[in-house]
């Protein structure tokens, strides 16, 4: 208990209870993945960008100690920002952060790595006409669209080429049907419809 005295008095002024208390905070930090989202697939030759946000209320930001684990291939390493290559299989990636009070939180996401070694060559028949029947003169090149179903196609890949009529597209996953379509490119940029859609069964 404090006391107070007042000089030249020998009363004693005391401090109420309720007054003779120091609050002491110590809350266990926060960490939050901001890349990649939950549910990624990638091919086993990618690298994975890890990236996450950790603040503690006593400590401040304190990201560049968070810890990367993988149920599947262990330690990744520390850092706010890390590149890993992960072995295949749906692993759990667990983000840990602990303040300088020992008090730690942890999030994690799912990534499934992919043995992505299909491949298909795909072939078409460069246009020669414009959409209003015109010749055409400025064609720069193709773009190649694949996905697992028709309505789900995603940009692969771009070649820059006007001459080109065949490419091989590489790291897809086997025994899954895959769809395909092109698109023509003039000098300008402008891009054409999609081809008639393709499909391959990959093994």
Known sequence: MLSACGGGSDKVAKISPDNDTVAVSDAAPAVTITSPS???EVGAQNSISLSAIAEDAEDGDISSNVQWQSDIDGNLGTGANISVQLSVGTHTI???IADSKDQSA????????NNLSGMATISWNPPTRNTDNSDLQDLAGFKIYVGESAEALQSVKTIDDPSAYSTLVEELKPNTTYYFAVTAINSHGIESDY??????DVR
């Open 38 to 40: 939950s549910g990624l």
């Open 106 to 113: 942890e999030t994690a996401i799912s990534i499934q790595v």
């Open 195 to 200: 081809s008639n859609i393709a499909t391959k």
């Open 94 to 96: 667990t983000a840990t």
